[in-house]
Every structure is written in C-alpha cells, then in structure tokens.
Nanobody, 123 residues
C-alpha cells in the first residue's frame, strides 16, 4: 500500500491560484487528482503517468490546471490557476500501482488514496 499525503489547500478568492502537493511514501506510479463536494460523487480532475510524459484533464479544468511530478521527490503537484467558486471541494490524490505507461481518469482505476485537502474559493 502507498501512503499519500496531500497539502496546499486553503481559502482563496476567485481568480487566485493554489498549488496542491501529493507526497507518496513509495513507488513511482501513475497518479491522479480527484475532487468531491458533499452529496456528490468523487470526480476526476487530472492524471499523470509514472514518467510524467502523459497527462489527462477533465474538460472543466483544461487551460487552468496543470499536473506535474518530481520523480526524485516522489511528489505530484496540481497547479490551479484562475480558480472559480465551483472549484470548491476536497481534493484527493490517488495512486495506481499497475505497471506501465498510462493515465487513469476513473475512480475505480486507483489503488490508494490520500486523506484529501480542502480547497475553498470565495466569490
């Protein structure tokens, strides 16, 4: 099992930026970011392959969010720009322990999850 610890969430105003971090305890795996608000299902935000070469984004964050990784630090980042009130959610990092160069954009494709970090965007 991989331990994942998210950080970087907080309260910001619309139009501001935040950078979320996800530190993994072991392994260089494909990673993903998801978000969830109360009463709704967890939804895909962005994903990155183990090498960092391939990425995938939900349509609603394209051109605003960027996923990246530092392999030496075993950390994945989510740079969020031009934040909107509808981006308010708990953001979760996830790891897919399957071998191979791929990205995953569904909840069921991941093996391990972090505890989440709250992002609140005020209008």
């Amino acid at each position: 099992q991989v331990q994942l610890v998210e950080s970087g969430g907080g309260l910001v105003q619309a139009g501001d930026s935040l950078r979320l971090s996800c530190a993994a305890s072991a392994g260089t795996y494909a990673k993903g970011w998801f978000r969830q608000v109360p009463g709704k299902e967890r939804e895909f935000v962005a994903a990155i392959s183990w090498s960092g070469i391939h990425t995938d984004y939900a349509d609603f964050v394209k051109d605003r969010f960027t996923i990246s990784r530092d392999i030496l630090k075993n950390t994945v980042y989510l740079q969020m720009n031009s934040l909107k009130p509808e981006d308010t959610a708990v953001y979760y990092c996830a790891a897919d322990r399957r071998v191979g160069e791929h990205v995953v954009n569904v909840v069921g494709g991941y093996d391990d999850w972090g505890q989440g970090t709250q992002v609140t965007v005020s209008s």
